[in-house]
């Protein structure tokens, strides 16, 4: 079975929410495109977020982010991962909705600590008590996260598959976003 993506979908939520993981096994099952914004900015800053961080701050990651997510968006239809900061900001929202359709992965505060804790390559986790911080961004951004046009709840026992056949459900009752051919 053929589908047709009208819109490109933008998944949106936490780190560790599962949106590279999803949107990788959306774009393959979709036949279309996956881009990540954050392996963007890398690319186009030549140095990884970590670096553009602590090197520039957070305030000129956002800026490129919005560069990049707004110059993503006017490519052919895809499906496009952002960092977990970038539905924060309300041009990136706005361009969002003009352009795509925003899909909320919306994991809890427990699974995504069990999916980050481990790994070091999140700079705002870099702190002296890494799991208040992911509470305290976690709370600041659900706020945001609401206003998606989707939601799509992540549990501990959905796999990789069953996340991306709850996206595409989602997406179906989207007639403006996705299609069965």
């Not at 239809?77 to 352009?99: F, H, M, P, V, W």
């Not at 501990?156 to 051919?181: C, F, G, N």
Request: proline share 3%; charged share 30%; with cysteine.
């Amino acid at each position: 079975m053929g589908w047709k993506l009208k819109k490109t979908v933008v998944m949106v939520g936490m780190m560790g929410a599962g949106k590279t993981a999803v949107g990788t096994n959306l774009a393959k099952r979709l036949a279309v495109p996956f881009l990540d914004s954050d392996e963007e900015i890398e690319k186009a800053a030549d140095r990884t977020i970590a670096e553009i961080f602590s090197r520039d701050g957070e305030a000129f990651f956002r800026r490129k982010e919005a560069q990049v997510i707004s110059r993503l968006l006017e490519s052919e239809q895809c499906i496009l991962s952002t960092g977990g900061g970038a539905y924060l900001s309300e041009d990136n929202r706005a361009a969002i909705a003009d352009k795509g359709v925003a899909v909320w992965l919306k994991a809890d505060i427990d699974l995504l600590w069990n999916r980050v804790r481990h790994k070091t390559t999140r700079p705002l986790l870099n702190t002296g008590n890494p799991e208040k911080t992911l509470r305290d961004i976690y709370d600041a951004r659900v706020p945001y996260y609401e206003k998606c046009d989707l939601q799509v709840q992540a549990l501990p026992r959905y796999s990789i598959d069953q996340m991306t056949d709850a996206v595409i459900d989602a997406l179906l009752t989207r007639p403006d976003v996705l299609e069965k051919d």
